[in-house]
């Protein structure tokens, strides 16, 4: 595991804390980063399914983000590829990035410019970094929760943001963040790489409402499980009508099984559940519990 770090005070620097992270079972690769600037997910986080993710920071320079997953396409490793720009860069002092390529390899920059507190550790399949920080402490503990972290690449990516957040994070305040994963053929209908795509802009508490809208992507977009599919008949048949009922889609005292379903079918449809339809007489359970959520707050 390789750390950097600089104390030394300069002027100019933008800010970020991030983390490049790498799941060599899925084959996924993303980023997942957070500062006091607006819309940080439109500049730091650039990932390609199959090459590589890159972080480009502090005065970021968004040509380590295109020309590092070229070079990382050609089959050069993270550590290459950050000596290339670097070497190309006249601003390369006032520059922070993270890379991770296909093979899991890693490597972390911090020019001597950047603003105290900066610097990065890069381990097996991850790199994070960040500069204007409350200390060395915010980027131990991102580190720290993404390698010991359970579950998904997403999930340990947000597990090692909110960790940097917690210890800290960027010194002058909190503003946006953001996710990006990516796969082969894990974007909407399977057509594009970006799995993962989430943006929050302007928050006051933009880690927390990142990881929020994180569980409803979760919720709309990740396949159904076979344990969370179930029949709709008996008990589950007359909850499935109650709620129907009370959100709307459903009249009368003794709906008929088309009527059932064509209203439970309706609702999945309109609540944008294209990803969880299940064959006709099935629902998955997590959209049963979305309608007793949804129910319960029209109630209210």
């Known amino acids: 595991m390789k750390y950097r770090a600089l104390q030394n005070q300069s002027n100019?620097?933008?800010?970020?804390?991030?983390?490049?992270?790498?799941?060599?079972?899925?084959?996924?690769?993303?980023?997942?980063?957070?500062?006091?600037?607006?819309?940080?997910?439109?500049?730091?986080?650039?990932?390609k399914a199959g090459v590589g993710a890159v972080a480009t920071q502090s005065w970021a320079n968004p040509v380590y983000g295109a020309k590092g997953l070229e070079f990382m396409a050609e089959g050069r490793s993270a550590e290459e590829t950050m000596q290339l720009l670097v070497a190309q860069d006249e601003g390369r002092e006032v520059r922070q990035a993270?890379?991770?390529?296909?093979?899991?390899?890693?490597?972390?920059?911090?020019?001597?410019?950047?603003?105290?507190?900066?610097?990065?550790?890069?381990?097996?399949?991850?790199?994070?970094?960040?500069?204007?920080?409350?200390?060395?402490?915010?980027?131990?503990?991102?580190?720290a929760a993404f390698r010991d972290g359970t579950g998904d690449l997403a999930t340990r990516l947000l597990l090692a943001l909110k960790a940097g957040d917690d210890a800290g994070g960027d010194s002058r305040g909190k503003q946006s963040a953001a996710l990006l994963v990516v796969k082969d053929k894990g974007g909407y209908g399977g057509a594009t790489d970006r799995f993962i795509d989430l943006r929050v802009d302007d928050h006051k508490e933009p880690v927390r409402e990142l990881v929020r809208i994180f569980g409803l992507h979760q919720l709309y977009f990740y396949r159904s499980k076979p344990e969370d599919i179930v029949a709709v008949e008996g008990e589950n048949r007359a909850e499935i009508v109650e709620y129907l009922r009370r959100l709307g889609y459903l009249g009368g005292s003794s709906p008929t099984e088309e009527e059932v379903l064509d209203a439970l079918n309706t609702f999945q449809l309109i609540e944008n559940f294209d990803e969880r339809i299940q064959a006709k007489g099935f629902v998955d359970w997590k959209v049963v519990l979305f309608m007793k959520d949804l129910a319960a707050r029209k109630d209210a």
């Open 12 to 47: 100019g620097c933008v800010n970020t804390f991030s983390i490049v992270g790498y799941d060599p079972e899925t084959g996924e690769h993303g980023v997942a980063v957070a500062s006091k600037f607006l819309s940080v997910g439109a500049v730091v986080p650039w990932a």
């Open 98 to 143: 993270g890379f991770v390529d296909r093979n899991g390899s890693s490597a972390t920059y911090t020019g001597s410019d950047c603003h105290a507190w900066a610097g990065g550790i890069a381990g097996p399949n991850f790199a994070v970094q960040g500069n204007i920080l409350t200390g060395g402490d915010v980027v131990e503990a991102m580190a």
